[in-house]
């Protein structure tokens, strides 16, 4: 069964950067976009980035171009997102998304000083 496992989140200082990662499983990986989700408290989870199937292209959420990378590597069947320049309203959990509706169970970013 399709499996989607995501690490790395935690608590950063504003400015600080994390790296995310989702182990996936149960599915060709490389035959499918991924994307990353980000969920706030007391709002709806919102889409922060997607990636084809060979990483070619990406699309970012507006509030996070220039900061966060989203890559993968289809060989070890992991999605990635890199964070720099972390601010408090990055603050949430997110995560990994495949079609039609798999998600991972999320990691939590917290963004404070």
């Known amino acids: 069964q399709v499996q989607l496992v995501e690490s790395g989140g935690g608590l950063v200082q504003p400015g600080g950067s994390l790296r995310l990662s989702c182990a996936a499983s149960g599915f060709t990986f490389s035959s499918y976009y991924m994307a990353w989700y980000r969920q706030a408290p007391g709002k709806e989870r919102e889409l922060v980035g997607a990636?084809?199937?060979?990483?070619?292209?990406?699309n970012y959420a507006d509030s996070v171009k220039g900061r966060f990378t989203i890559s993968r590597d289809n060989a070890k069947n992991t999605l990635y997102l890199q964070m720099n320049s972390l601010k408090p309203e990055d603050t949430a959990v997110y995560y990994c998304y495949r079609w039609p509706n798999y998600w991972g169970q999320g990691t939590q970013v917290t963004v404070s000083s």
């Open positions: 990636i084809t199937t060979t990483g070619g292209v990406t």
